[in-house]
């Protein structure tokens, strides 16, 4: 990679995760028996700065959280990563954003985010950011808080030449204000047929839906649509290219992290001066590196870790 230290700046969500572990999730009405509980720091907005930080990039993380011993860990877990923390703010009218995770046996999870502190963050909260959002290389936003304050955030970003990434999860509609200041968009399959309004049944139909999306974005030849298919791969979009890069075959035990390191990954490529589709290689790996660790923010991979799976191809 290019640049010694790429700057990545992340706004978004910080939530405590509470995982069950069963063999399957319960339908309605129904209680089952788990296997396993754990708690973990999790949050699309950590563990994507996350990510960034362990592959060496230089990261702030923009966000709000609530002053309560759920904050607490999120405090020290962001220190420990060595994220800048600056910009993190504690709300005494609200508490911290949870999740609650199911992971069956074979890897696959079913989650329900309540966002609480994560909603609450404002555009003056980006505008005490602005000096860091303008000097990031680039700026990585998703959508577990408000959309004005990704906006604003995005607005702020263009302004100064930083590179805009979104990963429009969880799935919500998107205004056309905002996708015009996005250059790379990272949806899933799911994703990717709410925002199209298309069924991505094959690589085909993910083409076509792509495109309808890239046509929403920035009018600039540097957009693109990565949209990720899980085992299938990558389907990279551009204006001049239409390409599926193969996944990395691993044996998953959880799912739960594998979007995030993908995007914090493909981020801190792009930051570090990496074409999109080298980027796109180095965040496949990532992805897969994430979903042989069990919890969201453990499964971020590291350098070293990445690397050796690239070499290895399995």
Do not use: W
């Not at 005490?128 to 702020?156: G, K, M, R």
């Amino acid at each position: 990679m290019n640049r010694a230290t790429p700057k990545v700046t992340v706004v978004g969500s910080l939530n405590v995760d509470l995982v069950c572990h069963a063999i399957r999730k319960p339908d309605k009405g129904e209680t089952i028996i788990g296997d396993a509980f754990d708690i973990f720091t999790g949050g699309k907005g950590f563990n994507q700065a996350t990510a960034a930080a362990r592959l060496n990039a230089e990261v702030a993380l923009v966000g709000s959280i609530g002053s309560d011993p759920f904050g607490d860990l999120l405090r020290t877990a962001v220190k420990n990563e060595n994220i800048n923390s600056r910009f993190i703010t504690r709300r005494t009218d609200i508490g911290t954003g949870i999740a609650t995770i199911v992971v069956e046996p074979d890897g696959d999870n079913s989650i329900i985010v309540v966002p609480r502190a994560n909603m609450a963050l404002t555009t003056a909260d980006i505008d005490a950011a602005a000096d860091c959002i303008a000097n990031a290389d680039v700026l990585l936003l998703q959508l577990e808080t408000p959309i004005a304050a990704s906006e604003h955030a995005a607005a702020i970003a263009k302004q100064h030449g930083a590179t805009v990434v979104l990963n429009p999860a969880p799935a919500q509609p998107l205004p056309d204000s905002l996708l015009g200041y996005v250059d790379i968009l990272t949806p899933n399959q799911s994703e990717t047929e709410l925002l199209a309004g298309r069924t991505v049944n094959n690589q085909d139909e993910a083409g076509r839906a792509a495109e309808t999306l890239r046509e929403r974005m920035v009018g600039s030849e540097n957009s693109a649509v990565v949209l990720t298919l899980g085992e299938q791969g990558t389907l990279m979009l551009t204006e001049t290219t239409s390409e599926l890069i193969p996944a990395l075959p691993v044996q998953p035990v959880d799912t739960t992290g594998a979007g995030d390191a993908f995007c914090g990954a493909l981020a801190t490529a792009l930051a570090s001066g990496e074409h999109l589709r080298s980027a796109v290689g180095f965040a496949n790996a990532a992805g897969a590196a994430a979903v042989t660790v069990i919890g969201a923010t453990p499964s971020m991979p590291t350098r070293a870790k990445i690397e050796r799976l690239l070499k290895s191809g399995k």
